[in-house]
Every structure is written in C-alpha cells, then in structure tokens.
C-alpha cells in the first residue's frame, strides 16, 4: 500500500488511474473495512483500477463544544487494516497540506436538507462534511466514491452535491454494518462503558418499532415518535430526535406516501456518547 502525505504525491501516483475512494477519519472499524472490500468490488467490476482511503480528522465539521484533539487517532491499526483488506493507495494529509490557508471557500448545502434532523442538532456540520469531500474529490479525482448508509443524511447531502456540481463521481451507498446484537458499527461505540454498550442496541431497536407501527399502517408520526422517545429517556438516554422520513428528501411523511417509501432515523445519547443510526423502510 502506497502512503502519500501530500497532494502532490498523490496525483503522480494516481495519475491515469481510475480509483474508489473510501474517505474516513480514521479509528477504524470492521464497517469501514467493507467499505474497502466495495470499492474493490468496483476494481472486479471493471469500472476502477485503483482503491483509495483517506485517514484526515477534519476541523471543519466539529462544533466548538465538541472535542477535536481528543478524537481518537489509531494510525497503525488504521493502516494495518487498510494494508490487509487490499487498499491500493492511502491519502494521509496533514492540515497544513490540505488547509494551507483558512478555508474562506466552503460548500453550503441548502437548509431544506442539511438544517434539519443531524443539522439542527449540529449546526454547521454539513457545511464542514461537504467542504472536505469536495477537497477530498478535487485530490484523489475518484470515478467512485463510497459510503455507508449509516449516515443517511450525510449521504444524501453528498448525493446532491455532487449532482448540482456535475461531479463525475458514481456515489455508492452500502449498507451499514452491525454487531449481532444489531448495533451499527460505530468509531463512536469505543467510548460505550460494558453497561452502556449492552444498553446501545436499545436504540435500533426503537427505530424497528416505529418501522413496525409504520407498516402496520399508523401514520401519526408525531405521536408515534413522542411515544419513542419518551420509551429510551426512561431507559436513560438523552434523545435527540427519533423520527420517519421520507427516503427521498427526509421531509415529513405525506398523505399518500407508502411505508417502502420512509426511513426511520435516530439520534441520542448514552452516557457522554452519541450515537445515531437509521433503518429503511422495506416491503
């Protein structure tokens, strides 16, 4: 596996190459490794020749309460991992390489999609997660790029972005991973005490009650969600939002819409630690 630390670097070696691209911010998991496998799955497939990861922790999406020098940084078990699962290339930039200025320029998505669920409770966040990727995909110059559905609207953000800038990157969600007891795998899951993690499930497990309620054909969300919500509180969790979406657009079910059309989505805290996760609705 080739280790490039700058921009430079890694556009002589990527040079004629077509790639996949897993773009992380290290501490890395058995769900980050699938992303890998995917994006060799595109290499098979004849569509790319190259996998790339990344490993930046990004300054830009973290709010002020929230800690950026203490988020975890595991760079030999990242890379050992990457190196076994097949990475090609890693792209490992410092913040002076790839913000050699203050970075005045930034991608804002529109309100309607990034303000609401994770941006309300994060303001800001998106703007930091679609002005790295953009940079991110301006240094590798991916034919693909893949994600993990975990972060659903993340994902659907990027999407968007990259429609209306007529990127030529084919997006690639895949599916999260999970524990057995069903957990979305999580970077976050390493700061769960025994307790807390034993509890964690909890939270898949609301969003597939409403996803049940859903499916059996009740459609007062509002109600349903209040209902969920106060169900993890008495649990002793502090939620944040436990809701039913469109999958389209994340907005507010409609009269008319189909459950095979909404997700449920999620996000609270356990502890000092928060967690999301999402479940699609399917027939």
């Not at 911010?25 to 769900?31: C, E, P, Q, R, T």
């Not at 990475?87 to 913000?99: H, I, M, N, R, S």
């Not at 609207?153 to 599916?175: G, K």
């Not at 007062?220 to 039913?244: C, F, H, I, N, S």
Request: charged share 20%; hydrophobic share 40%; aromatic share 8%.
């Amino acid at each position: 596996m080739k280790i490039c630390h700058t921009i430079e670097d890694l556009r002589s070696t990527l040079r004629g190459k077509r790639s996949a691209f897993v773009p992380t911010m290290g501490n890395l998991h058995a769900g980050h490794i699938a992303l890998v496998h995917r994006a060799n799955q595109c290499r098979t497939e004849g569509k790319t020749d190259t996998t790339v990861a990344s490993i930046f922790v990004n300054r830009l999406q973290f709010l002020p309460h929230e800690d950026f020098d203490k988020y975890p940084r595991t760079w030999q078990s990242d890379c050992d991992q990457l190196q076994a699962a097949g990475c090609d290339v890693l792209f490992a930039p410092d913040e002076k390489e790839l913000y050699p200025e203050p970075q005045s320029y930034k991608v804002h998505p529109p309100a309607a999609l990034a303000d609401i669920l994770e941006g309300q409770f994060r303001p800001g966040f998106f703007i930091g997660v679609c002005t790295v990727v953009m940079k991110l995909f301006q240094c590798v110059q991916p034919s693909a790029a893949i994600f993990g559905k975990k972060d659903y609207q993340q994902n659907m953000v990027l999407r968007h972005m990259v429609r209306q800038f007529a990127l030529p990157v084919e997006m690639i969600a895949y599916e999260t991973r999970r524990a057995d007891d069903g957990l979305a795998l999580s970077s976050r899951n390493g700061f769960l005490s025994p307790t807390e993690r034993a509890e964690a499930v909890q939270l898949s497990l609301a969003l597939k009650s409403l996803i049940a309620l859903a499916k059996a054909g009740r459609s007062d969300y509002a109600a349903m969600e209040a209902a969920a919500m106060q169900a993890l509180a008495v649990r002793g969790w502090k939620p944040d939002y436990l809701t039913v979406r469109r999958q389209a657009d994340l907005q507010v079910p409609q009269a008319g819409d189909v459950p095979a059309s909404l997700v449920a989505l999620g996000a609270a805290k356990l502890g000092t630690t928060r967690l999301i996760d999402n479940l699609e609705i399917t027939q």
